[in-house]
């Protein structure tokens, strides 16, 4: 079945402690992203990567970091979690971009206390 | 710079009436323009995109989108709701800018009720 895992999709930690999210593609796409999606926000852009070790920020990159060190994967770092990055976080790939869809992980509830 | 807005927070629609979530956009160019849908405690789910061509998009679930490109909008239709079509709607538009970048830009939701 093709899909984009994400783990985990719970979680709750405290100010400063690092962390990171995986995510995991199985259908070979070049595209994965990073969103946050906060109440009367939307979905925001965190970070993309085009291909493997290609990376670039969305459009609040501020306090996350990632890597793509293989076409499948896809990881999120929060090296000092605060507060306000608090919120549900959603991984997503496709096959490129112009008029790909984006397939969307189950999404990842984080709460920094 | 691009934009999405989706006017409506809530639109609240009667099982078995036609329903609309409307979506509006602002771009320099020729836009992608897509429709997802989220379930409660779920990923977006791709419903339907315009690329070019036919303005009347057919998608999943019964739901259909018509681009305009004189008012900029690309609302999403479907003749008539089923309470099972309660849910959050994205509308999102995608460009490549002169530069040759591409940015997909997501509208901030609306939550669809379909009362019974």
């Known amino acids: 079945e093709a899909q984009v895992t994400q783990n985990p999709r719970y979680l709750i930690t405290v100010t400063g402690k690092k962390l990171t999210v995986t995510c995991s593609q199985n259908?070979?796409?070049?595209?994965m992203s990073w969103y946050r999606q906060d109440p009367g926000l939307g979905l925001r852009q965190i970070y993309y990567s085009m291909n493997v070790e290609v990376t670039d920020k969305g459009d609040v990159p501020e306090g996350y970091k990632v890597s793509r060190k293989e076409k499948r994967n896809f990881p999120l770092i929060l090296e000092s979690p605060s507060p306000n990055q608090t919120s549900l976080y959603f991984c997503a790939s496709s096959r490129g971009l112009g008029p790909y869809e984006q397939y969307f992980g189950p999404g990842t509830r984080l709460t920094v206390t | 710079a691009q934009s999405v807005a989706q006017p409506e927070d809530q639109v609240n629609v009667a099982e078995g009436n036609p329903l609309t979530v409307k979506c509006t956009y602002s771009v320099s160019g020729n836009p992608y323009l897509f429709w997802y849908v989220q379930y409660p405690n779920r990923g977006l789910q791709f419903l339907l995109k315009?690329?070019?061509?036919?303005?009347l998009v057919k998608g999943s679930y019964g739901f259909e989108a018509e681009f305009n490109k004189s008012q900029t909008s690309f609302h999403l239709k479907k003749p008539s709701a089923l309470v099972s079509d309660s849910a959050l709607y994205f509308c999102?538009?995608?460009?490549?800018?002169?530069?040759?970048?591409?940015?997909?830009?997501f509208g901030k939701g609306t939550k669809l009720s379909v009362i019974p």
């Open positions: 315009y690329i070019t061509g036919d303005n």
């Open positions: 259908m070979n796409h070049e595209y």
């Open positions: 999102a538009v995608g460009i490549y800018s002169g530069a040759g970048s591409y940015q997909l830009t």
